[in-house]
């Protein structure tokens, strides 16, 4: 299973809130509550996530047996 745990912690250190990634980004909150559940999202959106934050797919997701 793939958890998106730490990227609410990037975006913290980062200074970017969930209402900037709406407003500022062009997210929709569909993609935010699909974050949130961990649920399926697309790699265009966790190479967004990874533009925005200015780092590497391993900070913002990780895989969990």
Do not use: H, P
């Not at 969930?18 to 500022?24: G, I, T």
């Not at 509550?33 to 990780?62: F, G, M």
């Amino acid at each position: 299973m793939i958890v998106y745990d730490r990227l609410w912690q990037q975006m913290k250190k980062k200074g970017i809130s969930q209402y900037r990634l709406l407003k500022e980004f062009g997210f929709s909150s569909g993609q935010l509550d699909r974050l949130r559940k961990n649920d399926n999202i697309s790699t265009y959106t966790l190479n967004r996530l990874c533009e925005i934050l200015d780092c590497a797919l391993e900070d913002i997701a990780e895989f969990k047996k």
